[in-house]
């Protein structure tokens, strides 16, 4: 599948995750949020943006456990758990999280 | 083997590298795998020797050959518990390196006021082989 | 406690089998299997190697790949035993664990 933005083609696995990272950006992030039907908010970015660095400096998307970790040592203790990552991302924290990232499927993510 | 299975005792596994990064696909499968199985929490180890050595060589860059650079994923493994990487220090004479050619690897230490370790153990070969005969399970790659 | 290794690869084409036999413990036992048969063969370069290891561990061949070679029982250096495909079985029910040299 691929998405289409300002004239713009982006490709896309068939479930959605872009193929090319670096073609990223926050407008795509959004039309892609849309068809996980996420309404975008400051603690969604704070999440993706969070998976984007991580991905920057180890070349991979932390698993939940581990993300959950992470997250508590940035944000603070009631931002890292699973229950408000699910809120958020009720599909997954990790795949849809991931996937408005620009991110690949993380490792091991049934 | 079910009693086994239903036991609360981790088991010790141990991932054997013996191969180059990128020139086979196995250093990568076995990264994978130790990330997938992470989520399993056993104790488990890393164990560098022969080849496998390169896996954590300092400075790899990867644009040219068009292949994805998955070394600095090591660096991730303390986030994952796994925290013990034993390096062969024959291995590494061998091929005219030392510990200080490999990438700065560490966990922290959650009993210890999350303190930086070094991950990276440098082993004698007669220590190699102690803590391969110490193991529930060997794995190969 | 001990090991059964096995080594697929032969002497002449990886290192596989020399990394081996240096991390054996008292007590491992090693099969040879595949091409690393020809690892056993007696009067090659390797064969002092495979004789030294034979002081600390057991060493095997497994006899179908041996056979596939061309070669038998008086081609092995000294020491080195054959098992056929029961006798892989056994080996691996009387170590606590398995490891398969790449």
Redesign the interface.
């Known amino acids: 599948m691929a998405y289409e933005l300002n004239g713009e083609t982006y490709a896309a696995d068939e479930e959605g995750y872009l193929t090319d990272l670096s073609k990223w950006n926050p407008e795509l992030a959004a039309l892609i949020a849309v068809d996980e039907k996420i309404d975008m908010t400051d603690e969604h970015w704070e999440v993706v943006n969070f998976l984007r660095e991580y991905y920057d400096e180890y070349q991979i998307a932390p698993a939940i456990r581990v993300l959950v970790k992470a997250m508590k040592k940035k944000f603070g203790a009631e931002k890292a758990s699973n229950k408000y990552l699910y809120e958020l991302f009720p599909y997954g924290p990790a795949k849809q999280a991931c996937k408005i990232a620009g991110l690949p499927k993380p490792t091991g993510c049934v | 083997m079910s009693e086994d299975m239903d036991d609360d005792v981790a088991k010790k596994f141990l991932y054997v590298n013996r191969k180059a990064p990128y020139g086979t696909i196995y250093a990568l499968e076995s990264l994978e795998v130790v990330l997938i199985g992470a989520a399993f929490e056993q104790d488990v180890s890393l164990a560098f020797l022969d080849d496998g050595v390169y896996q954590l060589i300092d400075g790899q860059k990867t644009t040219g050959i068009g292949m994805k650079n998955f070394s600095p994923t090591y660096k991730a493994l303390g986030d994952y518990e796994v925290t013990k990487l034993y390096v062969e220090k024959e291995s590494l004479e061998e091929r005219g390196l030392t510990v200080d050619d490999l990438m700065d690897i560490v966990y922290e230490d959650e009993d210890d006021d999350w303190e930086e370790k070094p991950s990276i153990r440098l082993v004698s070969r007669a220590e190699m082989a102690e803590i391969m005969a110490d193991q529930d399970v060997v794995l190969s790659f | ?3 059964l290794h096995t080594v697929n690869k032969s002497p002449f084409d990886r ?2 089998m020399a ?1 081996c036999l ?4 008292a007590g ?1 036992a090693v099969l040879i299997i595949e091409d690393g048969v020809v690892g056993a063969r007696k009067g090659t370069a390797f064969a002092a190697t495979v004789t030294a290891a034979i002081g600390n561990a057991e060493v095997f061949v497994l006899g179908p790949d041996l056979a596939a070679r061309g070669m038998g029982e008086d081609d092995l250096v000294d020491g080195v035993k054959i098992v056929d495909y029961d006798g892989f079985v056994d080996l691996v029910t009387k170590h606590d ?6």
């Open positions: 406690m001990s090991t290192s596989t990394s240096a991390h054996l413990k491992d664990r398995t490891q398969a040299w790449l």
